[in-house]
């Protein structure tokens, strides 16, 4: 890490730049490109919204909320409601405003200055940019280029050389679409003394089974969960970790208070009576994948990878990825451009979409590459 008078030598800075960290200064802000396409495949969200019906159940509830009034500090009916449902206590929950804030507020109460955290490349990137804000030494350990695949014997060996202090597992991982296989993250979480973070954001579209049953044999598992995906509430900015409760007294003392309102609350219970419909929803939207994969394979001019989640990544075999991505906008529809990760190069994303709107990616796409 580059000390303040090594990075003024490095860019001119202005005085104001001066007063901010190094480790600041160093990163980026998180952007996502904003297109306004009609056709909207970039962020990995539900195309499913919240259903009218129980919009209007709930009208009520929400304008009979006290508007006024602080909500608790931790949404504590919802968390009893929530621990209900996946077989934990009330004790195990730590609910935030999206699990992006739960990742900034935990990975600050676990890393300090030169802490190794290993994380598996490539993933989710908000995981590295709060780890070097938190000026720790990330270790990485690269997929398979071939497959996207991790390998467990080199994660072991990594994690037996560097003994990190915190693991992170995607499983499935943003943004590769593969899954560490249960009884790997099982073997990991066995040979860790550190601890390990399993971010399940799209478990319930994998092959997978959650991890959540297994938290009482493993008092250093930390489950990441959100509401923004299967359960089709992204624009809410709901998600929670579970962990032992030992981890989560010291993970609550830095999670910002009251950043999770009573209209979030109000909504998500809502839905929690109805898991019928997340099974039904995320149901169509497995069926929908598959159909879209075998038409994806059938593509000449794309490589598509197998996936274990509602999204896929394709590398584009002959013409330039940006050219691709900007034909595809040009044409309304917005994919994410992956092609700067590590391993992806000439890769886009493509999340799920309705059917129709799959089908005018698999038009565009078939048309633009050939
Ligand atoms: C792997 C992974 N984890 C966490 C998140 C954050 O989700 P949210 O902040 O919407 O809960 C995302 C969002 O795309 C993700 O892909």
């Not at 159940?57 to 409601?81: C, G, K, M």
């Not at 929530?82 to 676990?110: D, K, R, T």
């Not at 690269?142 to 995607?170: F, G, V, W, Y």
């Not at 390990?196 to 044999?217: G, H």
Request: aromatic share 8%.
């Amino acid at each position: 890490m580059a000390g303040i008078s090594g990075l003024q030598r490095k860019i001119k800075m202005n005085p104001i730049e001066s007063l901010f960290r190094p480790a600041v200064l160093l990163e980026h802000e998180y952007k996502v490109t904003e297109h306004i396409c009609q056709v909207k495949l970039n962020q990995n969200e539900n195309p499913y919204s919240f259903p009218a019906e129980l919009k209007s159940e709930i009208e009520a509830d929400l304008l009979n909320a006290a508007w006024n009034r602080y909500p608790t500090v931790f949404p504590d009916h919802f968390i009893s409601q929530l621990a209900g449902q996946l077989g934990v206590l009330p004790e195990n929950l730590l609910i935030g405003h999206g699990s992006n804030e739960l990742i900034y507020s935990s990975l600050w109460a676990i890393l300090g200055h030169g802490d190794k955290i290993l994380i598996p490349e490539p993933s989710f990137s908000l995981y590295k940019t709060v780890a070097n804000l938190c000026e720790a030494l990330v270790v990485p350990v690269l997929s398979n280029p071939e497959t996207l695949k991790m390998d467990l014997a080199e994660l072991s060996i990594e994690i037996h050389r560097h003994q990190p202090k915190l693991t992170i597992l995607c499983s499935p991982n943003n943004p590769s679409s593969q899954r560490i296989p249960y009884d790997d993250l099982i073997a990991l979480l066995k040979m860790s003394e550190g601890l390990v973070w399993v971010d399940e954001a799209y478990i319930e579209f994998s092959e997978n089974q959650s991890l959540v049953n297994r938290l009482n044999e493993f008092p250093n598992l930390i489950i990441l969960r959100t509401f923004s995906k299967a359960f089709g509430l992204a624009g809410l900015r709901l998600g929670y970790l579970v962990a032992s409760a030992a981890v989560m007294n010291q993970l609550r003392k830095t999670k910002v208070p009251f950043t999770v309102d009573e209209m979030s609350t109000i909504i998500a219970s809502k839905l929690l009576t109805r898991m019928d419909l997340v099974e039904k929803n995320v149901n169509l939207i497995k069926s929908e994948k598959a159909r879209v994969f075998g038409l994806m394979k059938a593509i000449k001019g794309i490589h598509v990878f197998e996936s274990d989640t509602n999204f896929f990544i394709f590398k584009v075999l002959k013409n330039p990825v940006k050219q691709v991505f900007a034909s595809l906008v040009s044409e309304g529809i917005l994919v994410r451009d992956v092609s700067s990760y590590t391993n992806l190069a000439g890769c886009l994303r493509v999340n799920i979409g309705l059917p129709e709107e799959n089908d005018r990616f698999l038009t565009a796409i078939k048309t633009i590459v050939s």
